[in-house]
């Protein structure tokens, strides 16, 4: 094989996601598009690297120092979402049932990899609580341990702070789930969180 088709193929299959296989029909589909169409690709993904910021407020990704969002002045400023990953702010943002704020924590606490609250945006988020009067901090990590964790973590961090109501999405059963093929601890949170039928 060519170094550099074997070359291309390493890079593309260190992408999450991309094995060798796909990798290697990736880069043999590049090298039948035109050379300005590559380099058109290449050049944006190269511009995207090296120009992306985080929102000095809220961690998210954007163009400026301020993300579209948190410069958006119809948004719900006083009601916060904290997330893990960029990714589920985009999740969350194409349900269109969200209007206020985010904050992207950029991880969750997992001491078995190193990581802890002081590796997170926690501090940056307890600032910004202070700072603009935040009512509501919804906390939207996973259901991990880890998850957990940090939600528990961050709840007693804002217990510290008066005034500020802290509430969690709701678990538990998934639309076009059956209940049978449900782990014990869905089952538990759905029967916790369930609402009344309107």
């Given at each position: 094989?060519?170094?550099?088709?074997?070359?291309?193929?390493?890079?593309?299959?260190?992408?999450?996601?991309?094995?060798?296989?796909?990798?290697?029909?990736?880069?043999?589909?590049?090298?039948?598009?035109?050379?300005?169409?590559?380099?058109?690709?290449?050049?944006?993904?190269?511009?995207?690297?090296n120009r992306i910021k985080y929102c000095h407020i809220?961690?998210?990704?954007?163009?400026?120092?301020?993300?579209?969002?948190?410069?958006?002045?119809?948004?719900?400023?006083?009601?916060?979402?904290?997330?893990?990953?960029?990714?589920?702010?985009?999740?969350?943002?194409?349900?269109?049932?969200?209007?206020?704020?985010?904050?992207?924590?950029?991880?969750?606490?997992?001491?078995?990899?190193?990581?802890?609250?002081?590796?997170?945006?926690?501090?940056?988020?307890?600032?910004?609580?202070?700072?603009?009067?935040?009512?509501?901090?919804?906390?939207?990590?996973?259901?991990?341990?880890?998850?957990?964790?940090?939600?528990?973590?961050?709840?007693?961090?804002?217990?510290?702070?008066?005034?500020?109501?802290?509430?969690?999405?709701?678990?538990?059963?998934?639309f076009g789930d059956e209940i049978e093929y449900a782990?014990?601890?869905?089952?538990?949170?759905?029967?916790?969180?369930?609402?009344?039928?309107?």
């Amino acid at each position: 094989m060519s170094k550099l088709l074997e070359d291309a193929v390493g890079e593309l299959s260190k992408l999450p996601g991309i094995g060798r296989r796909t990798a290697m029909r990736l880069a043999l589909h590049l090298l039948r598009q035109e050379v300005a169409d590559v380099e058109v690709m290449t050049g944006t993904l190269s511009r995207f690297r090296n120009r992306i910021k985080y929102c000095h407020i809220c961690n998210n990704l954007s163009d400026d120092d301020i993300c579209p969002i948190c410069a958006d002045s119809s948004r719900d400023r006083g009601t916060v979402c904290v997330v893990e990953q960029v990714s589920d702010v985009i999740s969350i943002e194409n349900t269109r049932q969200y209007k206020g704020l985010y904050h992207v924590l950029g991880g969750v606490i997992s001491p078995m990899q190193g990581i802890g609250p002081s590796d997170l945006k926690i501090d940056m988020l307890l600032d910004n609580v202070a700072r603009y009067g935040i009512k509501e901090v919804i906390l939207a990590v996973g259901t991990t341990v880890e998850g957990e964790t940090t939600q528990f973590y961050i709840s007693r961090r804002l217990a510290e702070a008066s005034g500020v109501r802290v509430s969690t999405i709701a678990r538990g059963i998934g639309f076009g789930d059956e209940i049978e093929y449900a782990d014990e601890l869905t089952i538990a949170h759905a029967i916790h969180n369930r609402t009344p039928l309107k």
